[in-house]
């Protein structure tokens, strides 16, 4: 008996409206909020200029040791006393740091948000910042991240950003560091580092209930003591390509899968083709149903998952192609992935393709975009990278109304197969040689 399945087709996008975003100056530093009518959970976050790019050459994670360092206690209370108080608003230091922003931030019920806040500030503006606390939290950052570099990929993705962008450039190392780089990192670097960025006063987000919610109050306590003007973080810099491809072997002995990063240059997150490039790359990576998924996965059955997609930072972005495959079939994993590219870089999408891309990606506005976390997460988004206030209010009927010329014309202009490093991480004795007759690209070795 033979089955045969259908796929079904794309069902209706959710709707999805985002709330009304309110800017206001206070006390020097700017707020920009959302109203969630009848929340009575509410989100404050400190959105200062201190990401990753901001980091000195060889302290790498820098950030994120502070970001550790932050929950050790402050000036007026140690880091029992802290959590205690924190504890008892029934609210926890949220921290993330990425390439372009450091954030911190609470999430509580309206009727406490101001008291957290003044909290969150204390954290910020005065954190204790102990020799012993700093060398322990980075100690162990650094162990971690051994840990986590003794598994297949973090070599393979440090591989492909230095070769796309130069070990010479920040951009060009890893976001969170390296053990080398974290281990380097001292007392005075942390201290040096808080001064320079985190006595700004930053932005503050707030997603909630504003007819609850004082936003005068919360810039005072978010602003308090806060000097210095804000930093200019530059142009975004030029996306500079190849005009062939090459292959870097990260040689992992006795593997028996090899990681695979392919990827080259792309625009910055604020770029006008954000949108079709996004449909673009889900259609051939981004997806379950995706080209790439389709062939590689579930024609080849070299793999359980691949996927592409456009990573975007305020001043530059990277297109790549992510995945593991068996040892055995490493060489035409490779070949049927370029040729992925190649195809929908030459011929585009198809009108089903793009309706089923539209469909999930609008559609997931409305689940993405729910609680306040989120909510503040897309106010960030819209600071960081000089976004228009309604963006993501014109975002939904932006990925419904877009075309197959549009998203067809974006992947032409922005997928360059010919300019791809294909970077494999796998034991060089058994694939060296496949590689080499691959015609892909020419082998060089990691350094």
Known sequence: MTIIAQRPGPGAARPYRFP????????????????????????????????ASREPAGREG??????????????????AAYALVLEGLGTELSI????????????????RLGAAVELLTEAVRTPRLDSSDVERVRDDEATALRMYWANPGPRAESALRADLFGADQRHGRPMGGDPESVAAVTVADVVDF?????????????????DLID????????????????????????????????????????????????GHPAPHRAHPDYVPM????????????????HLIREVRGYTYGIRSDFGMSRRFGRFAVSSSVQTGVTAPALIDSVGEVSRTQADGVTEEELAVARSWRAGQLSVELQTPPAIASALATLVVHGLPDDYHARLRDELLSATVEQVSAAAAT???AEGLTLVVEGDAAKIRDELTASGLGELHDAD
């Open 215 to 262: 936003l005068d109050a919360l810039g005072v306590a978010a602003f308090a003591g806060a000097t210095g003007s804000p930093s200019q973080p530059g142009p975004p810099l030029p996306v500079t390509l190849r005009d062939h491809r090459r292959i870097i072997l990260v040689d992992r002995p006795g593997a028996v899968q090899s990681t695979l990063r392919l």
């Open 20 to 51: 009304d975003v309110v800017r206001r100056s206070v006390a020097g530093g700017e707020i920009v909020a959302a109203h969630l009518p009848g929340h009575r959970l509410a989100v404050a976050a400190l959105l200062l200029d201190a990401g």
């Open 278 to 293: 996004t449909l673009a790359s889900t259609v051939l990576g981004g997806a379950f149903t995706s080209r790439l998924n």
């Open 414 to 416: 922005h997928l360059q």
């Open 96 to 111: 993330s740091v990425d390439w372009d922003s450091f954030r911190v931030g609470v999430q509580v019920s309206t009727d």
């Open 194 to 210: 808080h001064s320079a960025w985190f006595t700004r006063p930053g932005t503050l987000l707030v997603a909630g209930d504003l």
């Open 62 to 79: 820098l950030a994120g040791v502070l970001a550790k360092a932050l929950e050790e206690g402050t000036e007026i209370r140690d880091s």
